[in-house]
């Protein structure tokens, strides 16, 4: 078992956002949590990106306690990388700088970072971006670069926080299929938030289903479309109407 979230809660000035989540993410494995907008999504991966504290309950990664009520391993001492909505570029590097900032804080080798940006340049198609600024890219080459640098430290755990959100349509459904194939060509364990049932189904093993902070349901793509648990997660698939 890689991650675990045991019994978490979060309250913000009274209002309770998560309340008592439990549930594991196995090595290599993608859950994408899906819910409507307020259910508590980006709440729950700012507690395991370690950017928020827990009311109660503890989030462990390979044995290694991240969070809890009273202890908050910083965020950039976990092993865990964060794609946003809104890409979070550094807009005075250049696309290259972007990519290999993280592995030159490490102090990797020189020959090591540059094998490994090869690498990530050829699977992300982003050659010949190199010396470009972000301003100078279109919004899927820059969500592009958001995951090229976010994998570049080789995370326990990559988390995406509605990676897609903010693209067109078309490139939305070409960027889930492309990511879907990356992400299991890579291994990499992942914490995937949507609101997007079609982006959920391309990249998930799992799908945990959130509704008002509680889980409503939990299980593979086809669980939860042969069986859903609620009228409530059938009408947020939208196989109601
Ligand atoms: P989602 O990502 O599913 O849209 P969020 O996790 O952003 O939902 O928010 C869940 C609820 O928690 C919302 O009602 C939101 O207003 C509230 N909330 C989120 N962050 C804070 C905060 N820092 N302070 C107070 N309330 C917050
Ligand atoms: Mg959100």
Known sequence: MSL???NISKNFNGLQVLKDISFSVNTGEIISIL???GCGKS???QLVAGLQLPSSGEIILHNELLSS???LMPPERRPINMVFQDYALWPHMTIEQNIVYG????QVKKHIIEEKKHKLFELLSLRGLENRFPVQLSGGQQQRVAIARALATEPKLLLMDEPLSNLDMQLRYEMRNELSYLLRQLGTTV???THDPLEAYALADRILI???GSIEQLGTPKQVCEQPASLWV???LGMTN
């Open 234 to 236: 059938a009408g947020l």
């Open 103 to 106: 592995l030159k804080l490490k």
């Open 4 to 6: 675990i979230i045991r």
């Open 43 to 45: 709440t729950l991966l």
């Open 69 to 71: 009520s009273k202890f």
């Open 35 to 37: 819910g409507p907008s």
């Open 191 to 193: 914490l995937h938030v």
């Open 210 to 212: 959130l509704r008002d």
